[in-house]
């Protein structure tokens, strides 16, 4: 995979294979979080339904680690975004990008 490139960008802009990966490693992180934020919202919901003291003091707890949690997915996505933006603007500034750029311009017949 390493030296691969993606043209599935639409302006027919190329990504390297190293940048692929780094994406899907991001997404794997942020879908983990995500399910740990799942089962965190399980246990706030049935923890508050319980109404019983103990639980519900575990709740505060639970709710700033879910806060934390949900500040980290925006901070992957942040970064996410910026390398995305990097990638392109590299792509579209090499030689080769504006000729790639013309190519995805032809009409595709079916």
């Known amino acids: 995979m390493d030296g691969d ?6 302006s027919g802009a190329q990504m390297d294979g190293k940048v692929v990966q780094a994406f899907q490693k991001s997404f794997v ?8 934020n799942r089962l965190l919202i ?7 339904e319980s ?7 575990r709740n505060v707890g639970l709710i700033r680690e879910l806060n934390s949690n949900i500040r980290h997915v ?8 910026a ?10 500034s090499s030689p080769s990008a504006e000729a790639d750029s013309i ?4 009409r595709v017949r079916d």
Do not use: C, M, W
């Open 5 to 10: 490139t993606y043209s599935g960008l639409g």
């Open 29 to 36: 992180q942020v879908q983990s979080i995500l399910d740990r």
């Open 42 to 48: 399980n246990e706030i919901n049935k923890n508050h």
């Open 51 to 57: 109404k019983l003291p103990d639980n519900l003091n």
């Open 74 to 81: 925006v901070e992957l996505y942040a970064d996410l975004s």
């Open 83 to 92: 390398a995305f933006a990097r990638s392109v603007q590299a792509s579209s």
């Open 103 to 106: 190519g995805s311009r032809k």
